[in-house]
Every structure is written in structure tokens, then in C-alpha cells.
């Protein structure tokens, strides 16, 4: 049958960035308690197109995430993205994949589990030889208001809102391991469960710890940079504010100085 997208183009113009976007998939990722856990993937792959050919295989595209569906993790997502590149037969190739991953967490008091679900994405590039992966993960959290609180007789306003951290991939982690420093930077964690006794401890627990936004950010920060696996990252915090008609906001990245 005749190759369509094989043939010249006579526009001679490259394009950075050709294939598929927001199809939904089926997915295992690495869980540290279970191994193993099923998601739903919102996926994105492309590939550079040269200017010689007039369009890129679709299909392929799918072809090689179903793949991989069944297994993807940190060390199987750079094989996941040369299968692409190889298969497509392009230059450089570009993956980008965000999923909900869920936690189980026991209330602070009651103990009474409850799943927690966090935002993930695998961020990543082949372009000849450079390659890069950046995993996102998304956390919510409450803050209290240090302010409100100085300046009040009673109470301080306090809100949810969430910490974004995006870590350029380097060596080995989990997930948890970053949702658990983040929930560890706030004024107190986010539940989906929670009894009488543990909104308790909770709102005393964020009212002895307020925290800015700015705040927030410089604890994550500061905790990343005191681990070796992370090298360059950005932490961006948002607070959705109770007595506000706006959100507060903060944001920071740390790449390594040039030597």
C-alpha cells in the first residue's frame, strides 16, 4: 500500500514536535508498599519530523505504549522513549505522561485509613545523545496564616493548597518519599478521611506550625537540597486563600552552577 507520510514535502520547513496528545491509557507504575500500581495515564508522544518527510506514523506511537503499559518506571521510560525514536525514525523524540497515584493514609488520632490521591508526570527527551526525564508530583497541603495568627485573639485563617515539586531524574526515588517531605514542610498534611479527634489534632497541629507560602517553599527546597539525588529542581506553592479573593503564591528552582 502506498506510504503517504514517506513522501517529500515540498515546503522543506522541520517540525519540532509531531504525534499524539491526550490519549488515555491503562498503566502500572513502580508503588513502594504494593510494588506495583494501576493507573490511568493521560499520555503525549511526538517526535521531530525533518523536513524530507510530509508526516510521521501515527499508530506506531500506540504501538509502542501499549508496550510498555504493563511496565513503566523510572528505568524502563528512556527504553520506552528509544523505541520511540527508533521506531519512528526520528532524530529526537519527546514523552510526556501524567497519572493519579494514590496513597494509603491512616488519620493522625483514629488511625482510620483512607486513600489519598496525588498528581504525577514523567517529563522527558531523546535528542541525539542528550537525553532528560523530569518527574512532577503534585501535594496538597494546609497552610495557617503566621500573621493572622500574630495578630489575632482568637484563631488564624487557614487554607488548602498545593506544592508542586519538579525534580530533574538522576538517581532512584519514590514518590512517597517526596509526598512525605512536602506534607512534612506545610503547616499540617491533607486527609481524605478524617474523625472528631483527628480534625482536632489537625487544627491544633497546623496552629503551632503557621507557615507562609514562602515559607513552604524554602522548607521544600531546603529539604531537596540536603539529599544528593536531587540536584536541580523547582518548587512551586500555591494557597487557595479563605479570606482572599485571590491565591498566594510562590515558586523557586535550584540548577547547579556551572564549575
Not at 490511568?40 to 508496550?67: C, I, Q, W
Not at 488564624?156 to 519514590?174: C, E, M, P, Y
Amino acid at each position: 500500500m502506498k506510504d503517504v507520510q514517506n513522501e517529500p514535502d515540498h515546503r522543506k520547513i522541520d517540525l519540532t514536535r509531531v504525534g499524539i496528545k491526550g490519549i488515555k491509557y491503562p498503566m502500572n507504575v513502580l508503588d513502594r508498599t504494593n510494588k506495583t500500581q494501576a493507573t490511568v495515564a493521560t499520555v503525549n508522544m511526538y517526535v521531530h519530523l525533518p523536513h524530507r518527510f510530509k508526516g510521521t506514523h501515527m499508530s506506531r506511537f500506540v504501538e509502542v505504549l501499549n508496550d510498555y503499559c504493563d511496565d513503566l518506571n523510572l528505568n524502563t521510560f528512556f527504553e520506552m522513549l528509544d523505541k520511540i525514536k527508533k521506531s519512528l525514525d526520528a532524530p529526537a523524540a519527546n514523552l510526556e505522561i501524567s497519572f493519579p497515584y494514590f496513597v494509603k493514609k491512616r488519620a493522625p488520632v483514629s488511625h482510620v485509613p483512607s486513600m489519598m490521591e496525588y498528581t504525577c508526570n514523567y517529563v522527558g527527551e531523546i535528542d541525539g545523545e542528550d537525553r532528560s526525564l523530569h518527574i512532577g508530583i503534585s501535594v496538597p497541603v494546609c497552610t495557617l496564616c503566621p500573621c493572622s495568627k500574630e495578630i489575632s485573639t482568637h484563631g488564624a485563617h487557614n487554607q488548602r493548597g498545593n506544592v508542586s515539586v519538579t525534580i530533574l531524574f538522576k538517581d532512584f526515588f519514590w514518590i512517597e518519599e517526596v509526598i512525605e517531605l512536602v506534607e512534612d514542610s506545610a503547616s499540617s498534611e491533607v486527609f481524605a478521611l478524617l474523625k472528631r479527634e483527628d480534625e482536632k489534632f489537625i487544627t491544633e497541629q497546623a496552629y503551632n506550625r503557621p507557615m507562609f507560602v514562602e515559607d513552604v517553599v524554602r522548607e521544600v527546597t531546603d529539604k531537596l537540597g540536603k539529599d544528593a539525588r536531587f540536584v536541580e529542581f523547582s518548587v512551586e506553592a500555591e494557597t487557595f486563600e479563605s479570606i482572599h479573593n485571590h491565591s498566594a503564591y510562590a515558586y523557586t528552582e535550584v540548577v547547579p552552577q556551572p564549575t
